[in-house]
Structure formats: C-alpha cells, structure tokens
C-alpha cells in the first residue's frame, strides 16, 4: 500500500544545475500538487495538476516547471536550481479538487549550494 | 485562493495540559476545512476535516475542531495533550485548491 511515493529523499544541487522530482501514486487519484515546505511559511503551492492533462500555477510557481505524464505520475523539474529553492518539497494527491482529502508523500529535502 | 491564518507560531505545554490552535480563513462561501499534523521527521497526516453538517467535528487522537461559519474560524483543540502530540500542526482551506496556514510547533513537556 504505497500510497504516494516521491524520489529522490534527499538532493543536493549546485547553483545553476537543474533537476526533476518524481511523484507517483496508486489510489487512481485524479488531482496532484506540489508544495515546498519552508520554515515559517507553512506549505505553498507550486503548481497542481486537477485532472490528467491538465496542470496551473498555484502560488510560487516561479522557477519550476511541471509535466503530468499520465493519471499516476506528476514530476517537478528545476530547470536551473538557485540557492532560495533550498526546500522540502512534498507531492500530494487527492481523489478530486475541491472537496477531499490529499494525501502526501515523504517529501524530497533539496539544497541548492 | 484562500488566505490562511494560524495564531500561534509556536506553543509549549506540559502533559495533561489544554490545547486549542486558532485558525481564520480570509473569506467565505463554501469552503472545506482540514487539519493535518506532522510528527518530527513525518509527512503530513490527516487528523480531521469538516465538509458540512456539525460543525464540531471529531478526528483522530481525541482531536476535535469547531467551525465558525460567522468567524470564518476552524479552531483546534484537545482537552488532554500527551507528549506524543509533539508535532506541527497545519490548517488547511479547500475551495478548488488546497491553502495551508504557516503552521503551529506545539512541543510537549513530560
């Protein structure tokens, strides 16, 4: 019952390098997101994604960019990673927007030297 | 999207002491409201969520939290805290996105 499952757990990055994050879930889930964690700020959203094929800014969507590749599966990419990306980052899924509970990954702490 | 408030940063209690965390949310119409916590080392875990009906609503660990309809308020409490409730504690408003407060640090004394 893996649930939702990010990779990598840990990763460190140079300034100016540029990576992907990896979610997946298998409870046939039809919206997923992407939050960063930070201390003090809670979580914000990055981007979501409301249903296969579809995906939209949420509140810090600057620097990253997302891909939807089917109905499991919604990766984060840092095209050139910069020190303020320094984060916990957390995949989540939920049945639909808007009206259930999501579910959350293990989470990927990420630092950008 | 919602704008979400948590009143405290970060709370200390000694075991069998109170706890009520206070949330607010920036505005009305219909909204679904949850709580999550996250134990130290953890991702987030559901504790409870109001859709509608009674607005005290119970979830997990002898949590419960009351809606406010005219405070646009969803505070949580528990009448008992262990030293296993040590975590941080998210509100959370879903009205077609899911809006996190900054969270509250509760750490529990034995």
């Known amino acids: 019952n893996a649930g939702v499952t990010q990779t990598p757990k840990f990763q460190v990055l140079k300034t100016g390098q540029s990576m992907t994050l990896q979610c997946a879930q298998d409870m046939n889930h039809n919206s997923m997101y992407w939050y960063r964690q930070d201390p003090g700020m809670g979580l914000r959203l990055i981007y979501y994604s409301a249903s296969e094929g579809t995906t939209d800014k949420g509140e810090v969507p600057n620097g990253y960019n997302v891909s939807r590749l089917n109905k499991r599966e919604f990766s984060l990419r840092l095209e050139s990673a910069a020190p303020s990306q320094t984060s916990v980052y957390f995949c989540a899924s939920s049945e639909w927007e808007g009206a259930s509970e999501a579910f959350f990954g293990q989470g990927t702490r990420l630092t950008v030297v | 999207a919602q704008s979400v408030s948590q009143h405290n940063h970060h709370v200390i209690l000694s075991e069998a002491a109170s706890l009520e965390l206070g949330c607010n949310y920036s505005y009305g119409g219909t909204v679904n409201l949850f709580w999550y916590v996250q134990y130290p080392g953890q991702h987030l875990q559901l504790l409870l969520k109001y859709f509608s009906g009674d607005p005290l609503v119970k979830g997990i660990k002898g949590f419960e939290a009351e809606f406010i309809k005219s405070k646009f308020s969803f505070n949580l409490r528990k009448p008992s805290v262990q030293w296993s409730d040590t975590a941080e504690y998210f509100c959370?408003?879903?009205?077609?996105?899911?809006?996190f407060g900054a969270g509250t640090t509760v750490t529990v004394r034995a």
């Open positions: 959370a408003v879903d009205d077609y996105k899911l809006s």
